[in-house]
């Protein structure tokens, strides 16, 4: 029974982040209307013949869905890890990146989102998350952590030429790190095999 009520938990927590993400891409496409909707200037006049529009701005949009603190949805986040419930800990952590993506706690989120998806047997969903990661936060304080995770999602869809790639740049570029010691670690059984 617990079991069933945690997987309908979770069913309702992917359901609420995917009627958020399409809440969020409706307020940004109602915003891109009204911007093009506004008249540029006089090079924009409307060719004679021509009907003007009636495009009217998009009305303002709505406060966020979320209006926990990074440090709140953070938390909330590491506890429904904590019990298990990955989908609703996922969501959650992506509550955060979506609603707070310049504050310090995006990359550590970030990367737990990663996380979540390898541990879901979802490598190419993690590829996704943590180069998305790299690409937001290319020097951040968990940069070597999430090179070592992509190493693992390459190896993990039978990618060994990414994983190796991944891995060396780790140890160049981290060299001093617990993850450039696994990743040397890795390289050796990979060579080994």
């Given at each position: ?15 609420v982040a995917s009627s958020q993400r399409q809440e969020d891409q409706l307020r940004s496409l109602e915003r891109r209307v009204g911007e ?81 998806l390898y541990r879901q047997n979802n490598p190419r969903g993690a590829l996704v998350e943590l180069e998305g990661l790299l690409e937001a ?57």
């Amino acid at each position: 029974m617990t079991a069933e009520f945690a997987e309908l938990q979770n069913a309702l927590a992917r359901l609420v982040a995917s009627s958020q993400r399409q809440e969020d891409q409706l307020r940004s496409l109602e915003r891109r209307v009204g911007e093009l909707a506004v008249p540029a200037g006089p090079e924009a006049a409307i060719p004679r013949g021509f009907a003007p529009s009636q495009v009217s701005p998009a009305p303002p949009s709505a406060p966020s869905s979320s209006a926990q603190s990074a440090q709140d949805l953070y938390d909330g986040g590491m506890a429904k890890m904590r019990e298990g419930q990955l989908d609703a800990a996922h969501i959650i952590f992506q509550d955060l990146i979506a609603n707070h993506p310049t504050h310090p706690l995006r990359e550590s989120a970030q990367l737990m989102a990663g996380d979540i998806l390898y541990r879901q047997n979802n490598p190419r969903g993690a590829l996704v998350e943590l180069e998305g990661l790299l690409e937001a936060v290319p020097k951040g304080r968990r940069t070597a952590e999430t090179l070592l995770k992509i190493g693992l999602s390459y190896r993990k869809i039978g990618n060994e030429g990414g994983a190796r790639r991944t891995w060396e740049r780790l140890m160049r570029e981290y060299p001093n790190t617990a993850q450039a010691r696994e990743a040397r670690t890795l390289l050796r059984r990979a060579r080994a095999r």
